[in-house]
């Protein structure tokens, strides 16, 4: 049997985590309270009675050379700089939590990942290669895309003109990155009706498939 992993992926409504010993997700409230300490002390407390010797880490937020370089906006401060190794008390790897997802979905070819979440999450998987991306904070409308396709968007929209804004910014993508395969995950892409052309839905499965590909070769 191979390593031993647990699986966190960090988002700004829930935290889930997972081993890959067993079949169980557990659910971890999250918001503007949650502070990396936070984190740690309800992972440690949730997760007493699994075993696991690595943890992978699913982080909505920049990660360059597998360190935190930018504070979340859905969560509370601290997390730049915050010794994570330390504090699990295991050796760690973290990658940006869309780029994660991407990883545990990707089949083939070029392929983009939008996270329709708490905020729009999005990375590109080139040929096996995953390149974590920030398209949330660019400029949309009267805002930016996370305003309209994130959990404000759905929330204030309602389901019909959220699903426009969701194939219209696909169109854009679709252009812009001329992707095999596009991939719709994080909570929100349960409510399309629709989906655009060259995309699938995601599953909860794929930031744990991800997280696992995170420790393979070692």
């Not at 997700?25 to 007493?48: A, D, Y």
Request: proline fraction near 4%; hydrophobic fraction near 40%; charged fraction near 20%.
């Amino acid at each position: 049997m191979g390593l031993k992993i647990l699986v966190i992926d960090i988002g700004g409504t829930n935290i889930k985590v997972r081993v890959n010993n067993g079949e169980e997700r557990r659910k971890i409230p999250s918001g503007s309270f949650m502070t990396p300490q936070n984190m740690v002390n309800e992972v440690l407390k949730n997760t007493e009675d699994w075993e696991y010797e690595v943890i992978s880490i699913g982080f909505p937020g920049v990660i360059k050379e597998g360190k935190i370089t930018s504070e979340p906006k859905n969560l509370g401060h601290g997390w730049v700089g915050f010794d994570y190794e330390s504090a699990l008390g295991k050796p760690i790897k973290i990658m940006n939590d869309a780029a994660m997802q991407a990883l545990g979905s990707y089949e083939s070819g070029v392929m983009l990942f939008l996270g329709l979440g708490t905020g729009l999450g999005s990375a590109i998987v080139s040929h096996g290669h995953v390149v974590p991306m920030e398209l949330a904070h660019l400029s949309y409308k009267k805002g930016v895309f996370e305003d309209y396709l994130g959990k404000k968007g759905f929330k204030g929209l309602g389901v019909g003109k959220w699903t426009k804004h969701v194939n219209a910014v696909v169109r854009r993508f679709t252009i812009a990155f001329i992707p095999d395969d596009i991939v719709l995950g994080g909570g929100n892409s349960k409510h399309l009706t629709k989906l655009p052309p060259k995309c699938r839905l995601g599953n909860n499965h794929m930031a744990f498939d991800g997280g696992l590909k995170m420790w393979e070769n070692q």
